[in-house]
């Protein structure tokens, strides 16, 4: 009985069954199965009838496996309904006659996938089973029985082997007391040719009888690890990896299935099962190298690399996406990548483009998007969106491959500007001519006309009006020719410190009380080879403009410095690089909107009232800087203000 009772409690944990029983067929004017062992316990020797119970179709001979509804498909079963059964597998124990003497069954209170596993597990175990209880029935049957046995043993492929102990070997003792009587008593009692092989001998009985460490194969460290793990656990059913060993100095790998017999606290004996799983071994070592092989790939690669589960859920990121936006691995990983790296406006069409990459997968997707850190910053990604498909074909993950082009977006932004710039300005230049034409006419004919007239006449006050409206309107033409880059220069070789300090007196009358006037010139300040009359109309407009945007007053800065600009230097992508002269007006105003600032250095373009500007005062500056060979850029938002940086090329002072 207690050899029943270890079985259902092994197989108890191996199959993970809310229960498992053996149970013996008794005849007689009604029959009944009766219980031997019942793992976790039930009364001793619980009896029901045969009919109607799952252990009926069992008694014929037959396995027994219901995935599923067992309580329905045997309502009269009152071991089922006593367990609260929802599945069940049973096999039959059946004697030398082929007859059923009883069953294992195991029995689930959840509905189970596949019962045939359980099925075939419960087989492995019948034959030993079906021994013991014919030996308790008819002792002459064991004889039967252990041919069976052996005969299944002789022809299974993989190596069994069965280990005694002479004598026993206490359970209690320390572990490694108990490991050393294990090698020192136990034996090799039954194996197979499968065994033979594998030790290299020619016949089972050149084994039968060897003490377990005269054995190589079995007294190796891995193995006797292996017999380690089975003290540890009790003697359970229990499957463990050993290896690599070999005669022949090549690597053998080999998967080991043990469970041990005690009785009264002693150990009687180890059944096992050596399977050889080399092949097997070497391709999992294969591809976990290939893998890994993979992975330094994605991690050394300067792209952002993000793998996605078909939930959109991030699976894999590298450290150079990390490193990128300041995420953390734990911060992202099982997270749904467009949810938490996406903004709102883009992840509809990020997600399209995912599920077209899936849709197609030969053919990879491109996409651009931001990309969010987790201060909410941002950067434009190109991506390159590819399907990993599984052995059916179906999409396992999605590899997104990104690199980094805020810096192109600047560049591509900057070149529609200034392609737009270039078209209004040639626009400009065009108009100015026909203007500049007509308003001559209009000087001239005045000109004359006052000269044939009295200077105290009415007429003559009129026509002063009409060649001062004149005289204005070549103001206003020199202004958009100089922003379409078309007047003539005057360049020579200034200091903007003393330019600027020129017009400080001019600039606080302009400026007046309200705002305070702060000036950081770097006394090193290099030289420079322009127009000083274009600097001085560049300066009075910035000015003017940073007057008009603190109508309550505040603070303009005019600061000069030197500069090396390198190539891609951030926020001024557009200047090559190279030495410069930087010139920096800043007010502390309301700041620009978007929309303004996409309108900015465009002629006729104000923000004022009509009537109230003419909308030429920084398209001539932005002219006036290209024309002298500079560059200017801005930096500005609604209510903190603008800054305005022109760069104009540093001369070599060794070389004036």
Request: net charge negative; hydrophobic share 40%; aromatic share 6%.
């Amino acid at each position: 009985m207690e050899f029943f009772r270890s079985m259902v409690q092994h197989l108890a944990e191996v199959l993970h069954a809310d229960c498992v029983y053996i149970g013996e067929f008794l005849g007689g004017q009604t029959e009944r199965v009766k219980t031997l062992a019942v793992c976790p316990d039930l009364p001793d020797g619980f009896e029901h009838e045969l009919a109607g119970s799952a252990s009926a179709q069992v008694a014929l001979g037959k396995p027994c496996l219901c995935r599923a509804h067992a309580q329905g498909r045997f309502p009269d079963d009152p071991l089922l309904a006593r367990l609260g059964a929802e599945a069940c597998a049973g096999i039959p124990l059946m004697n030398s006659g082929g007859h059923s003497l009883g069953l294992l069954m195991t029995v689930y209170r959840s509905p189970i996938g596949d019962p045939e596993i359980p099925k075939t597990i419960l087989e492995a175990f019948a034959a030993r089973a079906a021994a013991e209880l014919e030996r308790k029935q008819r002792g002459e049957l064991l004889r039967q029985s252990e041919e069976r046995h052996r005969a299944f043993v002789a022809l299974n492929p993989d190596a069994l082997w069965r280990v005694e102990f002479e004598p026993p070997v206490p359970t209690s003792l320390p572990e490694q007391e108990h490991l050393e009587r294990i090698y020192r008593d136990g034996y090799l009692a039954e194996c197979n040719e499968a065994l033979a092989r594998l030790l290299g001998v020619e016949k089972v009985e050149q084994l039968i009888g060897r003490p377990i460490h005269d054995l190589d194969l079995l007294s190796n460290p891995s193995v006797r690890n292996a017999t380690l793990h089975a003290i540890r656990s009790g003697y359970r059913f229990s499957t463990v990896e050993t290896g690599p060993f070999g005669q022949d100095g090549k690597p053998r790998y080999m998967l080991r299935s043990q469970w041990g017999i005690v009785e009264d606290g002693m150990l009687l004996r180890i059944w096992g099962c050596t399977r050889e799983i080399t092949d097997q071994k070497l391709s999992e070592m294969a591809f976990d190298a290939s893998e890994q092989r993979i992975l330094n790939l994605m991690e050394n690669l300067p792209l952002m690399v993000v793998m996605i589960h078909p939930n959109g859920e991030i699976a894999f990121c590298n450290d150079h996406l990390l490193e990128f936006t300041g995420w953390r691995l734990s911060d992202v990983i099982d997270k749904n990548w467009v949810d938490l790296m996406i903004p709102a406006g883009e992840r509809g069409r990020v997600r399209a483009a995912i599920a077209a990459t899936n849709t197609e997968p030969r053919r990879p997707t491109h996409f651009e998007s931001p990309l969010l850190g987790p201060a909410g910053n941002y950067h434009w990604i190109a991506w390159d969106s590819t399907s990993l498909r599984d052995s059916e074909g179906k999409n396992a993950m999605t590899a997104n491959l990104g690199r980094d082009i805020m810096d192109f977006k600047h560049l591509e932004a900057q070149f529609q500007q200034a392609q737009k710039l270039e078209s209004v300005g040639r626009l400009a230049g065009g108009l100015a001519r026909d203007f500049n034409k007509l308003l001559t006419v209009i000087s001239s004919s005045s000109e004359e006309l006052l000269e044939q007239k009295n200077p105290l006449g009415a007429a003559y006050t009129g026509l002063s009006e009409i060649r001062r409206a004149a005289e204005k309107g070549v103001g206003l033409t020199q202004r958009l020719f100089a922003f379409s880059g078309q007047p003539g220069l005057r360049p020579e070789v200034l200091n903007l410190n003393t330019l600027i300090t020129e017009d400080e007196r001019m600039i606080r009358q302009l400026t007046g009380e309200r705002i305070q006037l702060v000036t950081n010139l770097d006394p090193s300040l290099g030289i420079v080879h322009a127009d000083a009359g274009h600097l001085h109309q560049i300066l009075l407009n910035l000015v003017m403009n940073a007057r008009d945007a603190m109508p309550r007053g505040g603070t303009l800065t005019i600061s000069t410095s030197n500069i090396d600009i390198a190539t891609g230097a951030a926020g001024i992508s557009g200047v090559k690089p190279g030495s410069y002269v930087q010139w920096t007006v800043t007010d502390t105003g309301t700041g620009m909107s978007e929309e303004v600032r996409n309108h900015l250095f465009e002629p006729f373009y104000t923000t004022k009232e009509p009537g109230k500007g003419t909308g030429l005062g920084l398209s001539t500056v932005y002219g006036l800087v290209q024309q002298g060979g500079g560059h200017i850029v801005f930096e500005t938002e609604p209510d903190n203000g603008t800054s305005f940086k022109i760069f104009l090329p540093a001369l070599d002072q060794s070389k004036i």
